[in-house]
């Protein structure tokens, strides 16, 4: 029970600086738009079809989150307000990602 | 000087990814026309896309805005007063300089000053022009 009231009690004690978290999802943002476009198309370059192009965008998710942690030099709570390297805009990433998978797939292998 | 080397790994690794492109479809061209099935790219076109995608999503995630600090200030050594410090608010123009022992000063100064002028001009001029000067001492200390 005191363990349930003290955590909000702790949140709700921080305070954030709220143009730094905008530059910093900002910076997320471009990051993910720009990682989603390459990896689109690396697949589409490789000729990766079905499920393949999918886990090739996920890996390279998982580059993109190594790196994010190296830039805030391991130290990603003093930057966010939240852990979740991972999880960052993943609908408008794999828009991107299969928009350009499907471009480049067409113009390298089919034409 | 930072931005410029993320700047010129970002271009460089979106030109090789292009050229990628071009050497996959070209080698497409070749197996279309010797008439061989497609099973798979060539093992140096596919490590220069791979090695040209993780350079490309370094150099932009690198690209991006820095990261900043987002808890708390970063001058842990102000006082309260330098933090809540308002200058457009201060106003030295105020009555309560006449407190002031240097303001008391000046204007025992002052006076002897305009009792010196007023003196020498009585000495200069006509008891008219004493009159205006009077009057205008009456003004001094309504002051």
Not at chain 1, 40 to 56: N, Q, W
Request: hydrophobic share 40%; net charge neutral; with cysteine.
């Amino acid at each position: 029970m005191s363990d349930k009231t003290s955590k909000p009690e702790k949140k709700n004690d921080e305070c954030y600086n709220t143009v730094a978290i905008t530059n910093n999802v900002e910076a997320l943002e471009f990051g993910r738009t720009c990682q989603s476009c390459a990896a689109g198309m690396a697949a589409g370059i490789l000729g990766l079809t079905g499920f393949h192009g999918f886990i090739l965008y996920f890996i390279s998710v998982g580059i993109q989150a190594l790196i994010w942690n190296v830039k805030a030099q391991g130290n990603w709570l003093s930057y966010f307000p939240e852990r979740n390297s991972f999880t960052w805009s993943h609908g408008n990433g794999l828009l991107t990602f299969v928009l350009l998978w499907v471009f480049f797939y067409g113009m390298v292998h089919v034409y | 000087m930072a931005s410029t080397i993320y700047r010129l790994i970002t271009i460089v690794s979106l030109l090789s990814l292009i050229h990628c492109a071009y050497s996959a479809a070209q080698h497409r061209f070749y197996l279309r026309l010797t008439e061989q099935p497609f099973v798979s790219l060539p093992a140096d076109v596919v490590a220069q896309t791979v090695i040209s995608l993780v350079a490309l999503i370094y150099g932009t995630s690198y690209l991006a805005n820095p990261f900043q600090y987002i808890k708390k200030d970063q001058h842990h050594d102000r006082t309260c007063d330098e933090a809540l410090n308002c200058p457009s608010f201060i106003t030295f123009e105020n009555r309560s300089k006449a407190m002031s022992p240097e303001f008391a000063m000046l204007r025992t100064l002052k006076q002897q000053q305009r009792q010196r002028q007023t003196s020498s001009r009585k000495e200069t001029h006509s008891g008219r022009v004493s009159e205006t000067i009077h009057s205008s001492e009456s003004t001094d200390s309504q002051e």
